[in-house]
């Protein structure tokens, strides 16, 4: 079982340049996010998606973009690459969203399963 | 806009000895996450705290929950090097995450 995966797990980048981070999960998760993690701030959202076709912001999604095509998808995009972006991004899924559509009780207990994270710097 | 606060945010203790993290949130949530990170790799869940009072054990760790207080605490007993780690709370809608609590247990 491979859970979420992501890729890649290392790269570097020069100043202006754009890259997509891609995550993929074979759970049959509804939701999935992106977190980015530096010293001291814990993680802080991204930009998450409650299922196929629907994308929010989350905390911190300036410079970011996503997409959902399908369920096991969720590519993160950096559109045009700044230093303040050297951080390391992690990926994440659950069972979160509120059945059958928003309103309704969670489905399982929420609990967000995650990828191995990709370290990401930008010169 | 939901705040998560961990303290302390580093702590080094001995082996064999007890201490309590705490994790204190700014608006009302009825569940709240343990997750345990060792360095350069991912979260992985330690509790899920699904109501007022509620408390997890696994093994030497104890998490509960006080929804009234917006508190919950995460309870080290006989600490073992094994538990080096950084722990994070998280508090239900988005899921947001407090800054990390860096446990360093010598020997």
């Known amino acids: 079982n491979a859970g979420v995966t992501q890729t890649p797990k290392f790269q570097v980048l020069k100043t202006g340049q754009s890259m997509t981070l891609q995550c993929a999960q074979d759970?049959?998760?509804?939701?999935m996010s992106w977190y980015r993690q530096d010293p001291g701030m814990g993680l802080r959202l991204i930009h998450y998606s409650v299922g196929a076709g629907i994308t929010d912001q989350g905390e911190v999604p300036n410079g970011y973009n996503v997409s959902r095509s399908t369920t096991e998808d969720f590519p993160l995009r950096l559109l045009s690459a700044a230093p303040s972006q050297t951080s390391v991004y992690f990926c994440?899924?659950?069972?979160?969203?509120?059945?059958?559509?928003?309103?309704?009780?969670?489905?399982?207990?929420?609990?967000?399963?995650f990828g191995e994270g990709s370290r990401l710097t930008v010169l | 806009e939901l705040k998560v606060e961990q303290n302390p945010l580093f702590l080094s203790m001995q082996e064999g000895k007890n201490y309590t993290i705490y994790c204190n949130y700014s608006t009302t949530s009825d569940r709240l996450y343990w997750y345990r990170q060792d360095p350069g790799k991912n979260l992985e869940s330690l509790f899920v705290?699904?109501?007022?009072?509620a408390v997890k054990q696994e093994g030497r760790l104890m998490a509960s929950l006080d929804t009234k207080a917006r508190l919950s605490t995460l309870h080290i007993t006989a600490a073992v090097h094994d538990l080096s780690a950084t722990y994070f709370c998280?508090?239900?809608?988005?899921?947001?995450f407090g800054e990390g609590t860096q446990l360093t247990v010598n020997p």
């Open positions: 759970m049959n998760h509804e939701y």
């Open positions: 998280a508090v239900d809608k988005r899921l947001t």
């Open positions: 705290l699904l109501s007022n009072g």
């Open positions: 994440a899924s659950s069972y979160r969203h509120r059945g059958p559509l928003a309103g309704g009780p969670f489905k399982n207990t929420g609990e967000l399963f």
